[in-house]
């Protein structure tokens, strides 16, 4: 029975090494869309934080492991925040844009599936407004921030048909450098202006990492 099953999973193997696709010299093109939202609220306290990407990415295969692109992003998010306790409320809204370029290596399994493991180095701008009341008091600021990314971020594609694949990614490690330029003005009271630099190195599993998006390919050699 061993030997049975040993020569069927060699069979298994051996039909999906040959019916594997040729994707060398192939091109892809697509993007990643996500959104999400978190409310929660107490007998004093409101929090909502929403924000929404998209991210268009187009790439091509210098072999059948190894493909290099790039993607440019858009991000928008708000926050709101209100404090019935300390008369303590908030409202700020950011806009991201960017641009990056990457590498990326398949491991395919089958046909029908692989992982992928992608490298990236990115410019993001970010644009953002805070106003803020406090017992009467109100605060507008508004900041600007110039980063520099390089991350490395694993996961998957499930090949629905040999031209189309659906991939997900979650997680990602890398490091970044961020300049932050902010002006706030107190009504009533002055304006003053910051300025501060950091770098940091990131290990991120928050759900705003994780990205699902289809590619189409086409071009390279497909199976019959």
Wanted: charged share 15%.
């Amino acid at each position: 029975m061993k030997k049975v099953l040993y020569c069927l999973y060699l069979n298994f193997l051996a039909v999906t090494l040959t019916q594997a696709q040729d994707y060398k010299g192939s091109v892809f093109t697509g993007g990643n869309l996500n959104a999400s939202g978190y409310f929660d609220s107490n007998d004093q306290n409101e929090y909502e934080n929403f924000s929404f990407s998209i991210i268009p990415n187009v790439g091509g295969f210098v072999s059948n492991s190894f493909a290099i692109g790039g993607t440019a992003s858009y991000r928008w998010s708000e926050r709101n925040n209100n404090n019935s306790y300390n008369d303590d409320s908030s409202h700020q809204v950011g806009n991201t844009i960017g641009a990056s370029v990457y590498a990326r290596y398949y491991k395919f399994f089958s046909q029908k599936f692989a992982l992928m493991s992608t490298a990236d180095v990115g410019y993001a701008y970010t644009h953002s407004k805070l106003e803020r009341k406090n017992n009467g008091e109100v605060l507008n600021s508004i900041s600007d921030q110039h980063a520099i990314e390089t991350y490395i971020t694993p996961g998957l594609v499930y090949f629905i048909t040999p031209k189309f694949g659906l991939e997900a990614s979650f997680g990602r490690l890398g490091y970044m450098y961020r300049q932050n330029h902010s002006r706030s003005e107190i009504e009533g009271v002055g304006t003053t202006s910051s300025s501060s630099q950091n770098s940091s190195f990131n290990i991120d599993f928050n759900i705003t990492s994780l990205q699902i998006g289809l590619m189409y390919y086409f071009g390279g050699k497909s199976p019959e």
